[in-house]
């Protein structure tokens, strides 16, 4: 079978609730990336993976994964993706072992050897009651899973949540040395955003059911910048090269996505910093209201 270099491709993709729509979502992932998936809670994040695992009905769009049509072949993409969550899944009366025994009859090329592999790696214990197991081996045993069936697409929704910051730490270790055979590719949803730092390479950001940006995060770093300075400064003319501002008494900070006019025009009177992926989303999703008077 032919290789396909897309591994996601989302297209138009629209979900309408009484009180929520996800609005023409578009979304590309190659193979061999890890993609960060971001936004406030609310914004579509969980919908948006909801329907690309066929879990509900999407209104209109298209989802392909692998080339594949998600709903026409969902059962062979199922077998492709590995699927990570933060709700735990199992049954929780059955000890590691028996889960495992019960889960990987379901897939056709289940590797036990890389199932051994990682219980080695992770120390987890097979015969302990998953009931009995903290949050992080939880989510150690589910990376597990979904790593032992040769998956070729991963698909995490806020897998770091409520981890202690070494267990985050080891998760984002393994995601790492998981792409460097560059057959592999990861769809990582959260909305701790330091975690994307270390390990994104791209970066698509929802607000309100709609994508506010989808870049490399290279792109990110070097287009955009953290400007701070005096509150004088600011005119209806300088403004329109911020994103969102907030004010205090002290002065200003904003977020430009245009360092290069920022170094031009406001060079020798602010301080211009690297923005986090947190600034980026913080400022970006308070767009509309634009001005915040204290922080």
């Known amino acids: 079978m032919m290789r396909v270099n897309k591994v996601l491709e989302i297209t138009d993709l629209c979900k309408s609730y009484k009180d929520f729509s996800l609005k023409n979502v578009n979304i590309s992932l190659d193979r061999g990336y890890i993609m960060g998936f971001i936004g406030p809670n609310g914004s579509g994040k969980s919908t948006t993976i909801k329907l690309i695992m066929n879990l509900i009905k999407k ?10 049509d998600n709903i026409k072949d969902e059962i062979t993409i199922k077998e492709k993706i ?3 969550y933060d709700e735990n899944h199992f049954y929780e009366n059955l000890t590691v072992q028996e889960m495992k025994g019960i889960i990987s009859p ?3 090329k289940w590797d036990e050897n890389v199932f051994e592999k990682y219980v080695k790696d992770f120390e987890l214990p097979l015969k302990k009651q998953i009931k009995h197991l903290s949050k992080g081996m939880k989510m150690k ?27 985050r730490s ?48 290279e792109e990110l770093i070097e287009e955009y910048c953290i400007v701070k300075g005096s509150r004088d400064i600011l005119s209806p003319e300088i403004e329109k090269i911020f994103i969102g501002i907030k004010e205090n008494q002290y002065g200003f900070e904003a977020l430009s996505h ?27 999703t308070r767009r509309s209201e634009q001005h915040v008077s204290s922080y």
Do not use: C, W
């Open 258 to 284: 245009n360092k290069n006019e920022v170094i031009r025009r406001l060079v020798d009177s602010v301080i211009i910093e690297k923005p986090t992926l947190e600034d980026i989303m913080i400022f970006s």
């Open 170 to 217: 080891e998760l984002l270790d393994v995601l790492q040395s998981l792409i460097q055979d560059e057959n592999k590719s990861v769809f990582f949803s959260t909305h701790i955003t330091s975690d994307l730092d270390k390990i994104a390479d791209y970066i698509t950001l929802v607000n309100k059911g709609e994508v506010i940006l989808s870049k490399s995060k």
């Open 106 to 108: 379901f897939y056709n």
């Open 141 to 167: 045993f589910s990376l597990a899973i979904a790593l032992s069936h040769n998956a070729e697409l991963l698909i995490m929704d806020e897998p770091t949540s409520g981890l202690d910051p070494l267990i």
């Open 59 to 68: 209104d209109s769009g298209q989802i392909k994964v692998l080339g594949l």
């Open 82 to 84: 590995g699927f990570v």
